[in-house]
């Protein structure tokens, strides 16, 4: 199993490492969670600090019995696991934290509950160790609409308020989610079956489809959000195309985003056809401890 005998980056000195992964359904198979242990065993090699796990589906069955699994297996503790507003709840988005570099500073929230297709959770973190609110930063954990790229647009505008100053929170943020928006035009539309194409294209006035929706990100990024690969001037990894053999599209749709805060390190898992655990790639981020 390639994926767990690599070589994981270690964090950069005097780091919090953000990391988000979609695990696929929970990480659950015919009701079979050997999947979701494979993921934790490598959740707990790359070593989180915080971490937003999309996906975390029927994680709040049997009362939480996933959730502690999850949090056994990797030492994490649980911030918040927020089911999903469609779907009879089944789905849900999990951000869990390490105790020993970071604690939580009031208690975490919900937020737009009523506009979300999934969730949007923010959290206020405050490095161990620090006394005051000085190196305190914003948390956002989401995963925006899989099917309406119009909704994604709406969604991210609830988190456009983060990435500067504001009266009530820290100048400083981390976005974490799986924000279902292509970093790039296909090299042909043709490998996207047809049928998925609005999930991802403009559509234009007469119907037809023009080019990949970004405006999601780009509100985003317009806003005043940093992504880490322009601040350290590295190529964006693919985190999806390798699982589905119709659909083998090598994009970005897994982000993690900064507001005034310094960036060590970004790191997308390997891209590779033999990856099984889910249909997405593990992403991660280091940034500097907030003094």
């Not at 891209?271 to 997405?280: E, M, P």
């Amino acid at each position: 199993m390639t994926w767990i005998n690599m070589t994981v980056p270690a964090p950069s000195e005097n780091t919090v490492r953000c990391m988000t992964w979609n695990l696929l359904l929970g990480g659950l198979d015919d009701g079979n969670s050997d999947r979701l242990l494979d993921q934790l065993t490598l959740i707990s090699a790359y070593a989180p600090d915080v971490l937003c796990l999309p996906e975390a589906a029927r994680w709040h069955e049997q009362d939480d019995r996933l959730l502690h699994l999850a949090e056994d297996a990797t030492g994490l503790k649980t911030a918040m696991l927020a089911r999903s507003a469609t779907g009879q709840g089944v789905n849900a988005t999990a951000l869990m934290f390490n105790s020993e570099k970071v604690r939580l500073v009031g208690e975490p929230v919900r937020r737009a509950e009523e506009a979300f297709h999934h969730a949007l959770i923010r959290a206020v973190f405050r490095p161990a160790g620090v006394a005051d609110e000085g190196g305190d930063f914003v948390v956002l954990a989401t995963h925006l609409n899989p099917f309406d790229p119009g909704a994604r647009l709406g969604e991210a505008r609830w988190m456009t308020d983060y990435a500067g100053q504001s009266p009530k929170f820290p100048p400083r943020a981390v976005l974490l989610g799986d924000l279902n928006t292509p970093d790039r035009e296909p090299v042909s539309w043709t490998a996207v079956p047809t049928n998925l194409h609005s999930r991802y294209r403009l559509v234009l006035n007469d119907g037809s489809f023009g080019a990949v929706d970004r405006r999601a990100v780009r509100a985003l990024l317009n806003s005043g959000w940093r992504d880490p690969h322009d601040l350290l001037g590295l190529p964006r990894q693919p985190t999806v195309g390798h699982f589905f053999p119709t659909e083998r599209v090598p994009w970005a749709l897994d982000y993690a985003l900064v507001a005034g805060l310094d960036v060590r390190q970004v790191f997308t898992h390997p891209f590779s056809t033999g990856f099984t655990l889910s249909d997405h790639l593990p992403h991660f981020m280091d940034i500097a401890l907030p003094a």
